[in-house]
């Protein structure tokens, strides 16, 4: 029976469900590790004038201090950014250094700039309060819109400007003069609100020094091990590669904000060379939101031309996207690489123009979040079409459709950087709209209204760039590597198999789905395909897991490494049978001869290939196969999602009704994973368009949403149940057929949440509500567009 496509139940819950997980604690704590804790900065911005240590110390229990003079003699270099933008004057963007423990500034609240090694917890918090920093506070600058004013505070006194880059993709003045011939032109200012990944499980790191090989091993909460163990070899730590190891064992969510190389990662190596035992540092919900990366934060201005039947002429975007106080490893290309290549989403629209300027702020730094740059285009995309739909007076399925690249267009190159290779976008949104039952829709509005609350529905219509690859393309864009996936496969003397991938799991069902591709190659039952990741010393290499890659470059390295093995089986097995492959079939786990009723079963030919005898001349024994797969091109996934809400209009306060989503994802390999991924990026889009959002004092620089009393998070009652239908065509361009579904409805759910609400409200004349829209942003929307109606 073929197993790709059935909805196996993860096999890996077992283990998370009774407790039996492996967590980076879990290891700490069996190995008696000591603790450490970090010194943050209280202050937004602040000179250090001095560190004293002398205090800490000689607590009890103290066996070590570092501060960031203490790396600066031992040679540990600063965290690196991996991926550095061109200005569009030709120039290189500004790129300061970002130490590990902060030296002579802070430059945010939560700045490292000292770490304690002690027997206990407590015992390291003590020796943190104990030590004496002397600060000399300085102006702040946390707000984005305001930045680059001239009379903005400097964020940094090592560079003249706030400005990081002025990055562009587009011809401008082709795209003015589209504008300015446009019989109408709809424009609207957004901000894509800072948000937090909040994980279940916290960022973790484990150091140990073993003093007789001179070896490291680090067990980091991690998404990606391998690139983590470059990035130390050449970058921090700088000790060659082959005495590092590094294991993420299993880790409790990523979402993209455990992609990158931290402070704490050197840190607890340092500390266990210094100390000679094991250093372990686990944040607490209250340091995470100071010491993980942000994301999103962007304030724009979209301006779209069309000609008065809906059709689009135009569009030009600004955006000026944070930064934050530092260059986390993928910052700069979030809000431009991965921002503007995928406009204009799904849409036939040749002249476009996007201008991003990456600002400097004394905020923690911003990187990648589910999605990455593809939300927040899809935010200003949808927005915009959903507000030129409601001025034109048009249906806002028609106008998208109308709009919508042709299927006979497909190959579809886009004006930018994609082509498109399949799919059908028009049948799609007429699928979303039977699916959306909109003849019912009258009905349900009454229902609300006899509630008293207010009905609003919200289109969203996205097409996601997934997959990241090939190498040659992202280098030439500025990565600083390669985004290929490593996969081998082992086949033991008794027919067992074990898998090794260079993909991460951290929530997404690897070890279920990824068994299931080997399983429908071989016939052997997936729960007994033994799936080994997160360890450099056990996997040859790996680039991780991020950017809906891991089906489409991970899986794909492994289909094809099974199809090796099978192959070399096949060759084993006709020798063994007196034939020739070609007359030799796998089915079921079992070798059949066609012509006869000869078979073998998977074991048996396992066996023989490790005892040789009566053996294929020139074949070396063993079953082991590795591939380096490199994709032939980013992946293409689309679809439309589709909200309804209720409002109170006397309180402002929203409930996400209805949630459906329309998907082509191409070919599903576990309809059951995939249905998780859309429900828990259902999740953190209604969180992120309704209530999450976080703030600084803008004169101060104190983090005012430092924890869930203050950072909303949904919970179940806020996420109605999750409606899938599926369309399926096929990718062409890796051997899987599959696309991606990890970041979808993060992806679409935000612009449909907020065009839902603007529906809701547009009679009352509301034109826009920011994210989030918490009850008292909608209410005051609602009171101030009643106060100016004339």
Not at 7 to 18: G, I, S
Not at 60 to 83: F, R, S, Y
Not at 140 to 164: F, G, K
Not at 208 to 233: A, E, F, K, M
Request: charged share 20%; proline share 7%; with cysteine.
């Amino acid at each position: 029976m073929g197993q790709i496509g059935r909805p196996l139940r993860r096999k890996e819950d077992a283990r998370f469900l009774t407790g039996a997980g492996q967590y980076v604690a879990d290891a700490a704590a069996q190995l008696g590790a000591a603790h450490m804790r970090i010194l943050r900065s209280p202050h937004g911005a602040a000179l250090i004038r001095s560190i004293d240590t002398g205090a800490a110390r000689a607590l009890p229990g103290v066996l070590d201090v570092i501060t960031g003079a203490d790396l600066e003699k031992m040679g540990i270099g600063g965290l690196p950014c991996a991926w550095p933008v061109t200005s569009r004057d030709g120039s290189a963007m500004i790129h300061p250094p970002h130490p590990v423990l902060a030296v002579d500034r802070v430059l945010h609240v939560g700045d490292p700039l000292a770490a304690v090694v002690a027997e206990t917890e407590a015992q390291a918090d003590a020796a943190v309060e104990a030590i004496e920093v002397d600060y000399d506070p300085l102006p702040c600058q946390t707000d984005l819109a305001t930045a680059l004013d001239p009379e903005a505070a400097r964020v940094r006194s090592d560079i003249p400007t706030n400005r990081c880059f002025d990055w562009d993709l587009g011809d401008e003045a082709a795209v003015d003069a589209a504008l300015a011939a446009s019989p109408r032109v709809v424009t609207l200012d957004l901000i894509q609100n800072r948000v937090n990944a909040s994980p279940m499980e916290t960022r973790g790191t484990l150091g140990i020094y073993d003093r007789g090989h001179g070896d490291y091993t680090l067990w980091t909460s991690s998404q990606n091990p391998h690139s983590i163990r470059v990035t130390l070899s050449a970058a921090t730590l700088k000790v060659p590669e082959e005495k590092l190891r590094v294991i993420s064992p299993d880790v409790g969510g990523g979402f993209g904000m455990k992609i990158y190389h931290y402070s704490e990662e050197v840190l607890v190596l340092v500390a266990a060379k210094r100390t000679g035992r094991p250093v372990r540092w686990i944040a607490s919900r209250l340091e995470a939101f100071q010491a993980d990366t942000y994301a999103r934060d962007h304030v724009t201005t979209v301006s779209l031309g069309l000609e008065e039947d809906g059709r689009f002429r135009a569009m030009k975007v600004h955006t000026l996207a944070n930064m934050g106080a530092y260059l986390s490893t993928f910052a700069p290309s979030i809000p431009t690489f991965f921002y503007a290549n995928p406009f204009p989403g799904p849409y036939a629209l040749r002249d476009v123009y996007v201008h991003v300027e990456g600002v400097f702020t004394n905020t923690t730094p911003v990187d990648a979040y589910r999605g990455a740059g593809r939300p927040e285009a899809t935010y200003v995309m949808e927005r915009i079409v959903e507000t030129a739909a409601r001025e034109l007076g048009m249906d806002p399925f028609e106008i998208r459709r109308m709009n919508a690249i042709p299927p006979e267009a497909i190959p579809y190159r886009t004006p930018f950087l994609w082509t498109y290779d399949s799919g059908d976008l028009p049948a799609l949104m007429d699928l979303a709209r039977q699916a959306a039952d909109l003849d019912g829709y009258d009905a349900r509005r009454a229902a609300s209204a006899a509630k008293g609350l207010r009905r609003g529905m919200g289109v969203a219509f996205y097409m996601e760039a997934c997959g990241m690859g090939p190498s040659k393309l992202l280098i030439e864009a500025g990565l600083g590597g390669g985004q290929f996936e490593v996969a081998t496969v082992r086949v033991g003397p008794t027919g067992g198999i074990m898998v090794l991938t260079g993909s991460h799991s951290h929530g997404q069902g690897h070890e279920t789905a990824f068994a299931q591709i080997v399983a429908d190659k071989t016939g052997i039952d997936p729960a007994l395909i033994e799936i080994v990741h997160g360890d450099t010393a056990k996997v040859p290499y790996g680039v991780g897991t991020y950017g809906s890659r891991s089906l489409s470059v991970g899986g794909s390295a492994l289909a094809v490494t099974t199809e090796k093995v099978v192959a070399k089986m096949t060759r084993i097995a006709a020798h063994m049978l007196g034939t020739t492959p070609d007359e030799v079939d796998l089915a079921d786990g079992i070798f059949r001869m066609r012509s006869t009723n000869r078979s073998l079963t998977f074991a048996e030919v396992a066996g023989r290939a490790y005892a040789p005898v009566d053996y294929p001349p020139g074949m070396e024994p063993g079953i082991d196969e590795t591939t380096y797969y490199d994709p032939e091109a980013f992946t293409f996934p689309y679809g439309c999602h589709i909200v309804e809400v209720e409002i109170d209009a006397e309180t402002g306060t929203t409930k996400v009704d209805r949630y459906l989503a329309v998907d082509d994802f191409g070919r599903i390999v576990n309809p059951l994973i995939v249905e998780g991924q859309i429900h828990g990026g259902a999740a953190q889009a209604i969180g992120q368009a309704c209530m999450e959002v976080c703030r600084y004092d803008p004169e101060s620089g104190q983090l005012l949403t430092g924890s869930f009393m203050d950072y909303a998070m949904p919970r179940a009652t806020d996420v109605p149940p999750v409606e899938l239908v599926a369309m399926e065509t096929l990718c062409t361009t890796n051997p899987l057929g599959a696309k991606g579904c990890g970041e979808a409805s993060a992806i679409a759910g935000p612009a449909a949440v907020i065009n839902a609400i603007a529906d809701a409200l547009h009679d009352l004349g509301v034109r826009h509500v920011d994210m989030p829209a918490t009850p008292e942003r909608v209410w005051r929307a609602i009171v101030s567009a009643g106060l100016n109606r004339p």
